[in-house]
């Protein structure tokens, strides 16, 4: 079956540590996002990705970093520059940001992060 | 810049007709689309206009004014499962590529 992962589905974080979210999609898609999403909040776009090793920062990219070595991978660092990381954070893939393909994103289950 | 506008809040019986508006205001629209999400889950896309007029897929309507920046998701036969969050969004070019903006969403209350 086809579809994107995030790992773990939680996570605790002391203050000042840096932190690592996996996002993997087997679905062939050029174009993975990472969302915040915060309590009765929309999503908010922190990074995409519309090809592997380009990057393009989203509205509220401050305080974390990701990376894109491979189609599959798009991994979020949230750093301890992120005055408040608590939140839900979300990966999304589509086949491509250009054209309509871009507008039906697939949603990984999503990991809540919380900061100690 | 880009902004959307929906209901914070919609309430309904079911078995009845309920109606969630959006509108936007964006550069370079490309599309509007309407997401799902059950609380805790992940969205799930339900549907996306590019032209003006009503888009069909099975209880769920979508409606784009494009001359209006407005549109609607229209919920037939509520069901209870019905209850959740729904979110409009607009794609923005952006360098070439064309950047997604979501609304804050709409719980929908569904009530027996």
């Known amino acids: 079956d086809g579809g994107i992962t995030q790992s773990p589905k939680y996570l605790f974080r002391k203050e000042g540590q840096n932190v690592t979210l996996s996002c993997e999609q087997n679905l062939n898609h050029d174009a993975m996002y990472w969302y915040r999403q915060d309590p009765g909040q929309g999503l908010r776009l922190i990074y995409y990705s519309q090809i592997v090793n380009d990057f393009q920062k989203g509205d509220i990219a401050e305080g974390y970093s990701v990376s894109r070595e491979k189609k599959e991978s798009f991994p979020l660092t949230v750093t301890s520059a992120q005055k408040n990381p608590t939140a839900f954070y979300l990966c999304?893939?589509?086949?491509?940001?250009?054209?309509?393909?871009?507008?039906?994103?697939?949603f990984g289950p999503g990991t809540r992060l919380t900061v100690l | 810049g880009q902004s959307l506008e929906q209901p914070s809040e919609v309430t309904a019986v079911e078995g009845a007709i309920v109606q969630i508006n959006c509108t936007y205001q964006?550069?370079?629209?490309?599309?509007l689309s309407w997401y799902q999400q059950h609380d805790g889950g992940a969205p799930t896309f339900l549907s996306y206009?590019?032209?003006?007029g009503l888009e069909e897929t099975g209880r769920f309507s979508s409606f784009l004014s494009r001359s209006d920046s407005y549109g609607y998701l229209l919920l037939q036969e509520l069901q209870m499962k019905d209850s959740a969050s729904y979110f409009c969004?607009?794609?923005?070019?952006?360098?070439?590529?064309?950047?997604?903006?979501f609304g804050r969403g709409t719980s929908l209350i569904v009530h027996p």
């Open positions: 969004a607009v794609r923005n070019s952006s360098g070439g590529s064309y950047i997604p903006t």
């Open positions: 999304a893939s589509s086949i491509s940001a250009s054209g309509s393909h871009g507008n039906e994103q697939f």
């Open positions: 964006t550069s370079g629209f490309y599309g």
């Open positions: 206009n590019a032209l003006d």
